[in-house]
T-cell receptor, first 114, second 114 residues
């Protein structure tokens, strides 16, 4: 069975600095998608970034980028120039291609210090 | 505005009672999902539906039931068989967009059993 592991329950970063959140996953599949979701205090989940496993190029969305290491089954999220509004829970998620089922990690709480 | 609505925001239930959580979307999405969120456990899939009149059990379907009679609506019933129903419940719908599959989440319902 596929699993997603986020080993950092909580992280802190100084405003304007860079922080990296870790995610590892376990799968025997070769075609899948990976996601990072943000859940602010309002608890509304928002998609931050997604990565297709067949793409070697790492996805980027403005200040957010990923380091996708397929062989190592690692999918970390880098947040550059951290802002107070980045403070939230961040969830890593996996989805096998051709299915509708998502598997989420347990989340990392990010604190941004002014 | 297009989006997903969940009601009520807070719900209290006495032990032994069934209760139904509402989820409505006007995004014209085919797929819809129900997740349960507990502290430290991330999101766990209860049920999902790919199309109208069809749905599949997720990882923790015991004690829950759903229906999908209309594309816009995917209500979740928490039955008295659910041993520990106090949790935060999230509904989501999904589209196949230019960036691939993307889930959109509702604001959630907090259920408390008294």
């Amino acid at each position: 069975a596929q699993t997603v592991t986020q080993s950092q329950p909580e992280m802190s970063v100084q405003e304007a600095e860079t922080v990296t959140l870790s995610c590892t996953y376990d799968t025997s599949e070769s075609d899948y998608y990976l996601f990072w979701y943000k859940q602010p205090p309002s608890r509304q989940m928002i998609l931050v970034i997604r990565q297709e496993a067949y793409k070697q190029q790492n996805a980027t969305e403005n200040r957010f980028s990923v380091n996708f290491q397929k062989a190592a089954k690692s999918f970390s999220l880098k947040i550059s120039d951290s802002q107070l509004g980045d403070a939230a829970m961040y969830f890593c998620a996996y989805r096998r291609s051709g299915t509708y089922k998502y598997i989420f990690g347990t989340g990392t709480r990010l604190k941004v210090l002014a | 505005d297009g989006g997903i609505t969940q009601s009520p925001k807070y719900l209290f239930r006495k032990e032994g009672q069934n209760v139904t959580l509402s989820c409505e979307q006007n995004l014209n999405h085919d797929a819809m999902y129900w997740y349960r969120q507990d502290p430290g456990q991330g999101l766990r899939l209860i049920y999902y539906s790919q199309i109208v009149n069809d749905f599949q059990k997720g990882d923790i379907a015991e004690g829950y039931s759903v229906s999908r009679e209309k594309k816009e609506s995917f209500p979740l019933t928490v039955t008295s068989a659910q041993k520990n129903p106090t949790a935060f419940y999230l509904c989501a719908s999904e589209t196949q967009g230019v960036r691939g599959n993307e889930q959109f989440f509702g604001p959630g319902t907090r259920l408390t059993v008294l």
